[in-house]
């Protein structure tokens, strides 16, 4: 059983919607829409990033919906491409104006080194980057701060110089695809794991071992994918531009047994996995 207003704690005390409704793919023209819908759903936890280039309207969005600023959780994302100490702080201004907001709940490092580069060192960059990263959570603009695609290296060279750890790692995970390194190195130092992509983009449809779970609990495959992630005590990212979908991807009042989780848990890989490069699509 999982409500929309359910939260995690990250380990400053900040509370999280344990469902986030992502809007990468989500086309500009699109985004008010979807995220004025997904409130109107009962999502209280959006999450965009200033590559998606969505940010201005997904701040129309949440300002259409009518709910108070402080019922909602808002998530954005420096881009991967930024890689020095002043530019962080450029970009957060940016996305601050994109969002004519007055704060952020959460923002994140978009990945470990930029989409041209996958894979590349930038182990001495991320520290400067994450010092700009904790001046800005210093500046109380920001009530948390945290990274997304890190690996347990990329952690790792964080930690070692942080005077703040980080509090989230958003990372590609879903049912075949869970990221046991990353996930077990993030928890055991109090770093919430969120999923981005819970249903393997599509991947997961056409599954007939997850369809059979589903039809056990007579829900769809996207409601089952979504609550393992959260049972994994990671938080999920499902996206959606149509109402209907969005509101499906809602109804998570059931339970997966302990069996049927390490049923799932074991599955190997179901769908091919990458790297999201949201600046192409």
């Known amino acids: ?91 957060f201004e940016t996305t601050m104006k994109n969002l004519d907001l007055d704060y952020l709940d959460l923002y994140l490092i978009h990945a470990p080194w930029p989409w041209g580069q996958i894979g590349a060192n930038y182990d001495k960059e991320n ?9 800005i959570y210093a ?26 750890k980080p509090m989230v790692d958003q990372i590609q995970y879903y049912v075949g695809f869970t990221e046991p390194k990353i996930t077990k190195f993030a928890q055991a130092h109090d770093i919430l794991v969120e999923a981005y992509s819970p249903l393997a983009t599509g991947g997961l449809i056409h599954n007939q071992d997850v369809l059979k779970i589903a039809e056990k609990y007579n829900v769809s495959v996207p409601q089952l994918a979504i609550q393992f992630v959260i049972q994994n005590g990671v938080l999920p990212l499902p996206k959606a531009v149509h109402k209907a979908h969005i509101e ?12 049927d989780m390490g049923i799932l848990n074991n599955m190997s890989d179901t769908a091919p996995s990458h790297f999201h490069n949201p600046t192409q699509g």
Request: overall charge negative.
């Open 127 to 135: 520290q400067d980057v994450w010092r700009a990263m904790e001046k």
């Open 139 to 164: 500046s109380g603009r920001v009530k948390a701060i945290g990274v997304s695609n890190f690996n347990v290296h990329d952690l790792e060279n964080v930690l070692q110089t942080a005077k703040v």
């Open 1 to 91: 059983m999982t409500k929309l207003t359910d939260t995690f704690e990250i380990y400053n005390g900040v509370k999280i919607p344990k469902v986030a409704f992502g809007t990468w793919q989500i086309p500009a023209e699109d985004a008010r829409q979807a995220v004025h819908d997904a409130i109107d759903t009962g999502y209280r936890h959006i999450d965009t990033a200033l590559v998606y280039q969505n940010e201005k309207e997904v701040g129309q969005g949440i300002k259409d919906s009518g709910v108070k600023r402080e019922d909602l959780f808002v998530t954005s994302k420096l881009p991967a491409e930024t890689k020095n100490y002043d530019d962080a702080l450029n970009d």
């Open 248 to 259: 499906d991807n809602a109804k998570l009042d059931f339970e997966i047994s302990a069996e």
